[in-house]
């Protein structure tokens, strides 16, 4: 039995990501914001709230006005204003005297804390009882309780959530300076290859994957750009290799699954400009004849046929360079633990990856493997992430605890 | 202790999710249909792959021809063409006759099966042994394997990950038919409310909701727009509700912390067209002083102030409506299990919702609570998701097994 090419492990090609830096920055609004990666550190403008806030409807009082009072035994306060929203109070709240305020609104000075108004009781317009004590501070937020002036918020290199982009608009920043989305360029090699519109004759088969690769990318933070379908000529794969690389970040060429096609794409990789072989081969199914290049600061996939193990090989790979690309740090997926509803086969020597769909029964989550052969899209349709069954490991048996990586 | 209003459980919050429909649906290009949710069944144009397919490299055989064959006692085959990719082979294979064929290329008549060229050794140019045997249909994905013409493959409903655009763009659907993306009218309520490019002066706080749930219905798959913020007088209220109302197809207004902002908004709300009050307060915490109304056919919002507070409810009640209009029917959020690092304490009647941060350690995923109150936009920005303590638990103790909800 011969062996085609010398494969690198998993581990071995993410360590390569250090070969690549993330892309350069820009300003956004923060309507533009989500998901995007912080590309500097940002520090408070100011304390915030800034100012001592209540947090709940009632009377701002002196906490020693309140102390020893209960149902039995209220203790009778002098209502002496209310709050108004939005302003500083004009007043101060000495011992034995209250004033009125609602949730948010600004502590007056010699306030040190909130009796809710569940907790009082009118007795005539000047004066309330209250029925429990409030402890200083209580039902307060001070001054700079959500963030101190200069204190460090949020670090380079986060993704941007809902409140994240909260936190800046605490701030004041109406625009804030994140990388770029990577331009990724997608190339579909292969002589049987016809673009969507067109009705396949027998032999052929439509353009998949770069729809399939496009949606990935989008996904992953980049922006795709689709360079369609290339015969397998080396003239034709090289012009179009060159460029995408000239307007792109990383490019990615799908359909090297047979051994032809593979050795155009190493060919092609080594007649780049600036370009260097670093991975022909991986230990992983499906996907093995995965090919990484650097082509001067930018890298190059040859990535294989089937739409399947392509898909595997973008989750497992591309996509961790493409988060380096986008600057982002904390790119782990999201494992879910479950455990097998069948007895699932692998060979020793590489990591396989099966598709999983998640079946939730009896307060425990299942992970039913699909079969199929890695040419069939409906396996991945069907599929709701992957597990890993490691290198040296002949399969796992029916119950076997797995870790699931939601698409 | 006075009870302010009479609250609505969160499920009874989420059956009403049937008062209301989806939205319209439009055609939209596959390149725009990522993570939007189809509004038709699709079933396959025809047979995909359309003809039986080669999965590996080597001869394309009748498997007959090598039963029996080892590394010992070979297989002798006559080679007598090879497979073009892309084109219907000229050639049959008979009995003792072999094709070469490449990974994805089309079987020729009389072939049942491949051998892997991993398999064969080459004798002359005519002739190759073959050390193993293969069974029919080995190394061959079939005709119809990945979809029979006519058969089902997406249903309705389902929102679009990049396989199922692959499987659209196998049955040669360049277009395809999806829910428009809701749109939502988002308003900031409070006097004391100014906008992000504002200094606050002291009693004032920046606009800190318009961008969160802006950002929180962008990632559910809405079209948000924010009408700015509005102080709290009747009239301005009424007119800007009436406004978002008629561009939208849900409205939220957040900034009822204080009781006299949630009687405000639910005067505003009865004082709307068409409108009806379905839901006023919730056993839910942070979030109690929760309103949905009717209004025509469209869902509308009165949600707390507290950015925290309105996060929470956007997550567990908002979403699943907003999910609803965009036709999602599949909408369970992502739950990881852990276990809990602290002892939290909660009160009856109200399902608590607790910000926790993940941290994996020694092989075990732990959920810490983020302490702080409900008003620090901080304590979202350090939590990676809520666990629920039910209706009627006092708290959960250190090591408790619970499920995050992730953001």
Not at 104 to 119: F, I, R, Y
């Amino acid at each position: 039995m011969k062996e085609f090419f010398n494969v690198t492990t998993i581990e071995a090609v993410l360590a390569l990501r250090q070969t690549f830096g993330p892309v350069v920055s820009q300003s956004v609004s923060l309507e533009q914001a989500l998901n995007r990666v912080l590309a500097t550190d940002v520090a408070a403008d100011r304390d915030i709230p800034g100012f001592d806030r209540a947090t709940v409807d009632g009377y701002a009082v002196c906490a020693a006005s309140t102390y020893g009072a209960s149902e039995g035994a209220p203790a009778y306060l002098t209502v002496v204003g209310a709050v108004e929203m939005g302003h500083t109070p004009g007043g101060t709240v000495g011992p034995g005297q209250a004033t009125r305020i609602a949730t948010g609104g600004m502590l007056p000075a010699g306030a040190d804390s909130v009796v809710m108004v569940e907790h009082t009781g009118v007795i005539d317009k000047g004066t309330i009882e209250v029925y429990r004590s409030v402890a200083p501070g209580q039902h307060v937020v001070t001054r700079d309780e959500d963030a101190a002036k200069g204190q460090l918020l949020l670090s380079a290199g986060i993704r941007l959530r809902p409140q994240e982009l909260g936190m800046l608009a605490a701030c004041g920043m109406k625009d804030v300076i994140v990388h770029q989305r990577p331009r990724v360029g997608i190339i579909s090699s292969g002589d049987e290859v016809v673009p969507v519109t067109v009705d396949p004759a027998p032999g052929q088969v439509r353009d998949v994957n770069s729809h399939t690769l496009a949606a990935l990318v989008r996904q992953g933070g980049g922006v795709p750009t689709c360079y369609g379908i290339v015969p397998d000529r080396f003239e034709d794969l090289l012009d179009m290799c060159r460029k995408a690389l000239a307007h792109n970040d990383m490019v990615l060429v799908s359909g090297g699954s047979s051994v032809g096609t593979r050795d155009l794409t190493v060919e092609v990789l080594g007649a780049l400009e600036q370009s260097r072989i670093l991975v022909h081969g991986v230990s992983i199914s499906p996907g093995k004849p995965t090919i990484l290049a650097q082509c001067g600061a930018k890298p190059f996939w040859g990535l294989p046929g089937h739409v399947t193990s392509t898909m595997v090989v973008f989750m497992v790979l591309v996509r961790p360079f493409l988060s380096r690309l986008t600057g982002w740090i904390n790119d782990a997926p999201v494992r879910v633990p479950a455990r097998l509803t069948r007895n699932v086969a692998s060979a020793q020597g590489r990591v396989d990856f099966v598709r999983v769909a998640l079946r939730h029964q009896a307060g425990e989550t299942w992970a039913e493997p699909i079969l199929g052969a890695s040419g069939l899209i409906r396996t991945m349709v069907a599929a709701d992430g992957l597990i890993a069954i490691a290198l040296n490991d002949e399969g796992l048996e029916q119950g076997a605890a797995v870790e699931v990586m939601l698409f």
